[in-house]
Antibody, heavy 123, light 109 residues
Framework: EVQLVESGGVVVQPGGSLRLSCAASGFTFDDYTMHWVRQAPGKGLEWVSLISWDGGSTYYADSVKGRFTISRDNSKNSLYLQMNSLRTEDTALYYC????????????????WGQGTTVTVSS | EIVLTQSPGTLSLSPGERATLSCRAS???????LAWYQQKPGQAPRLLIY???SRATGIPDRFSGSGSGTDFTLTISRLEPEDFAVYYC??????????FGQGTRLEIK
C-alpha cells in the first residue's frame, strides 16, 4: 500500500524550532518530487515547499523562505521539514505529498497525501 | 506570484445537476501544471485532475477538466451525494513555484 505518515507536530512557542518528518512506503521514494503543504485551521491549502527526487533542487513559498528547510533521506524513505523562527501564522496542519510523475521536477499534481501533523505556535 | 482566483466561492446545487467550477490565473499557466483537488472535512485532499484535463487514477468520468492560459474549469457532469466538498485548483510556475486557489465549496441545495 502506498502510504505517507507525518510526525513531529507539537505546540511550540513563537521563535522556536521544529522538525517534521514524513515516512514513505509502498513506492520507489527516490523517484519522486515531494512536497509539504499546510492548512491553517478553517482555511484553504497553502503550498509550502518541494524537493526533487535526488534532493538537489528545492523551492519554497515566500512566506517560509529563509526560515524553513526541506530535505530528504532516500536511504530511509523519509522527507523532512526543518522549521525555524516559527510565527503564530505558521499554525497549521502540515501534509507531505508525493508528486504524480517519477523523475520529473515540478508540481504536476500530488497523488498521494499523508494524514497530516499539527503544528501549533503559541505562547 | 501567480494568484489563482476560484469562483464561485460557494456553489449550491442538487444531486444530479451539473457543476461548473472556475479557476482564473493572474498570469498564463502551462496546462501541464494545472491540477484540481477535492477535500472533504477531516480528510486530506484528493487529486482529481492533472495537466488541466487528465483524470487521476480511480477518478470517475463525471469529473472533467478543461482550459488553457489563464482560464480553467472543473466540470462535474451529474452530481453524486459524495461530490459535495471543497475543490481547489493548483498551479506550478514561476515565483513562488506553486500556489493554490482559495477553494470553491460545493454544497447541497
Amino acid at each position: 500500500e502506498v502510504q505517507l505518515v507525518e510526525s513531529g507536530g507539537v505546540v511550540v512557542q513563537p521563535g522556536g524550532s521544529l522538525r517534521l518528518s514524513c515516512a514513505a512506503s509502498g513506492f520507489t521514494f527516490d523517484d519522486y518530487t515531494m512536497h509539504w503543504v499546510r492548512q491553517a485551521p478553517g482555511k484553504g491549502l497553502e503550498w509550502v515547499s518541494l524537493i526533487s527526487w535526488d534532493g538537489g533542487s528545492t523551492y519554497y513559498a515566500d512566506s517560509v523562505k529563509g526560515r524553513f528547510t526541506i530535505s530528504r533521506d532516500n536511504s530511509k524513505n523519509s522527507l523532512y521539514l526543518q522549521m525555524n523562527s516559527l510565527r503564530t501564522e505558521d499554525t497549521a496542519l502540515y501534509y507531505c505529498a508525493k508528486d504524480i510523475f517519477p523523475v520529473r521536477f515540478g508540481a504536476y499534481g500530488m497523488d498521494v497525501w499523508g494524514q497530516g501533523t499539527t503544528v501549533t505556535v503559541s505562547s | 506570484e501567480i494568484v489563482l482566483t476560484q469562483s464561485p466561492g460557494t456553489l449550491s446545487l442538487s444531486p444530479g445537476e451539473r457543476a461548473t467550477l472556475s479557476c482564473r490565473a493572474s498570469q498564463s499557466v502551462s496546462s501541464s501544471y494545472l491540477a484540481w483537488y477535492q477535500q472533504k472535512p477531516g480528510q486530506a485532499p484528493r487529486l482529481l485532475i492533472y495537466g488541466a484535463s487528465s483524470r487521476a487514477t480511480g477518478i470517475p468520468d463525471r469529473f472533467s477538466g478543461s482550459g488553457s492560459g489563464t482560464d480553467f474549469t472543473l466540470t462535474i457532469s451529474r452530481l453524486e451525494p459524495e461530490d459535495f466538498a471543497v475543490y481547489y485548483c493548483q498551479q506550478y510556475g514561476s515565483s513562488p513555484p506553486s500556489t493554490f486557489g482559495q477553494g470553491t465549496r460545493l454544497e447541497i441545495k
